[in-house]
Nanobody, 128 residues
């Protein structure tokens, strides 16, 4: 199995930027599709972005398209989430997750239940 651990969260003003990182230890990182999710207070956890094994395919929630960018460095076993033009609605705990791509290389899972391994999360707070 793989164990993700997130870092890079913090407090930022609206319109600002943050870069989250996720380091994954354990099994070969290149075996796993990776995803970012978030959970705001009082709300359910939701999909943010996902990336394929090679990093060539990405998928985003409509709410973050054109503002967030997911990327991965397989040599360093890390996945990142660059967040630009942050809004107060982006305030949440952000989670990194990993899954084996059992459906093949073209499917990027958006569902929480589709991911096998989760990090503890990192808090992002956007002030207005």
């Amino acid at each position: 199995q793989v164990q993700p651990v997130e870092s890079g969260g913090g407090l930022v003003q609206a319109g600002g930027s943050l870069r989250l990182s996720c380091a994954a230890s354990g099994r070969p990182f290149t075996n796993y599709n990776m995803g970012w999710f978030r959970q705001a207070p009082g709300k359910e956890r939701e999909f943010v972005a996902a990336i394929s094994l090679s990093g060539q395919r990405t998928s985003y929630a409509d709410s973050v398209k054109e503002r967030f960018t997911i990327s991965r460095d397989n040599a360093q076993s890390t996945v990142s989430l660059r967040m630009n033009n942050l809004k107060p609605d982006d305030t949440a705990v952000y989670y990194c997750a990993a899954r084996l791509p059992l459906e093949g290389p073209y499917y990027l899972a958006p569902g929480i239940a589709e991911y096998d391994f989760w990090g503890p999360g990192t808090q992002v707070t956007v002030s207005s």
